[in-house]
Every structure is written in structure tokens, then in C-alpha cells.
């Protein structure tokens, strides 16, 4: 079986510019959370969706936004990218995103802003 | 002061070695904990979960001290293969995933 992919693996972008991120998740899976790991850094939790809705928010400014479609997949996104936004991006599935359910995590992500 | 903290290391040891890594989280109020593990320029991966009264799997132990808002991770025998960053997570969630991640301890195992 097909674990999570996401698009595009890396992304150069300016300040000031938009960037959208994709997530496909596990098959069955209807549950997707979106993750910022920043060089040398654990990952830090954005959102949370589960059957197309928002389940829970990290602390991110309102500059990051997501949504889950009825197939279950994602998509983040960012305005107003800074230089910090620089980071590894993760998306996770899990069944029903409870809080022992696994999450397994694609192969992210890796945007540069310039 | 960080939600999870751990010893960021890097911990050098030879094959073998039983290495031991400890992790702290503030909120009182979490739910459920983990162990992942992450290659270098990979994403994380899920290494075990950890139950209050310690669990085993192969040569990995885990263990939790809710009152003391602690949890450990002990390899044994340790491989090559053992080399990555270990990320300890605190779920505080009642009903969603919202896991904190600590910042992870490097592991190297060397010949």
C-alpha cells in the first residue's frame, strides 16, 4: 500500500509570495495533520483535519490556512511567506486522529523562501 | 521554558553500547506519548508508544513517570542501524492529534 505523499518535495519561493502544499493520504485514512520542522527543531503541529473538518490549530499566524477535501486529501497554504517560513513541511494520517492513533508522516516538503 | 525538552546530545557510542535518553513535558494534561525516530533528511517515523506502566519491544524500553512528568527510552545492544535523531512527543489532545515534538536527541552508534 501507498504510504502519505506530498507535492511538490521542494519549493523556492520569495518573500511576499504564495505557496500551496499537498497531501495525499494513507488509503482509509481520514484523519490529516500538517507539521513545520525547522532545521534542527522536533516538528511543530499547524492544523489538524478530520473528515473535512478542522480539528485542532497550532500556534500559527493566520498567514497559514488548510483544508481537506471529501478524498480525504489537503492542501496548505501560505500567504505572505517571510523568511522564516523557510522549513521542512509534513503532513500526517492517521484513521480517525484520535489520540492514540498512529500518525505516519509523508516525506514532506522542503520550501525555500528567498 | 519548552513544552517537551529533551537532552539534545549528540550521544556517541560504540555497538553494543545500552544508551538511555530522558524527556520532560510540562502539561499535566497529556494524553499519550511516543518515541519517533527520524533519519537524517527523512520524516519521522514511529519508534513505540509509551504506557504508564513501561513497555518493551525488542531491544527498545520505554517508560513513563506521570508524576514526575518524565519518559525515558533505553536501547540495548545497540546497532549501526541505531543512528538518528530520536524525537520524544507528548500528545495533549483530548479528541485531535495535537502532538508536541521535543527537538530530538542525535544518536550515533559507531563500529
Known amino acids: 500500500d501507498a504510504g502519505v505523499t506530498q507535492s511538490p518535495t521542494h519549493l523556492i519561493k520569495t518573500r511576499g509570495q504564495h505557496v500551496t502544499l499537498r497531501c495525499s493520504p494513507i488509503?482509509?485514512?481520514?484523519?490529516v495533520s500538517w507539521y513545520q520542522q525547522v532545521l534542527g527543531q522536533g516538528p511543530q503541529f499547524i492544523f489538524q483535519y478530520y473528515e473535512k473538518e478542522e480539528r485542532g490549530r497550532g500556534n500559527f499566524p493566520d498567514r497559514f490556512s488548510a483544508r481537506q477535501f471529501p478524498n480525504y486529501s489537503s492542501e496548505l497554504n501560505v500567504n505572505a511567506l517571510l523568511l522564516g517560513d523557510s522549513a521542512l513541511y509534513l503532513c500526517?494520517?492517521?484513521?480517525?486522529?484520535?489520540?492514540?492513533?498512529?500518525?505516519?508522516f509523508g516525506p514532506g516538503t522542503r520550501l525555500t523562501v528567498l | 521554558r519548552k513544552e517537551v525538552e529533551q537532552d539534545p546530545g549528540p550521544f556517541n557510542v560504540p555497538e553494543g553500547a545500552t544508551v538511555a535518553f530522558n524527556c520532560t513535558y510540562s502539561?499535566?494534561?497529556?494524553?499519550?506519548f511516543f518515541w519517533y525516530r527520524q533519519d537524517c533528511r527523512k520524516e519521522p517515523k514511529l519508534l513505540m508508544s509509551?504506557?504508564?506502566s513501561g513497555n518493551e519491544d525488542g531491544r527498545f524500553t520505554a517508560q513513563l513517570n506521570r508524576a514526575s512528568q518524565y519518559i525515558s527510552l533505553l536501547i540495548r545492544d545497540s546497532k549501526l542501524s541505531d543512528s538518528a535523531t530520536y524525537l520524544c512527543v507528548v500528545n495533549r489532545g483530548s479528541n485531535n492529534n495535537d502532538m508536541r515534538f521535543g527537538a530530538g536527541t542525535r544518536l550515533t552508534v559507531k563500529p
Open positions: 500526517a494520517s492517521s484513521t480517525r486522529g484520535t489520540t492514540t492513533d498512529t500518525q505516519y
Open positions: 509509551v504506557y504508564s
Open positions: 488509503s482509509g485514512h481520514k484523519s
Open positions: 502539561n499535566s494534561a497529556s494524553q499519550s
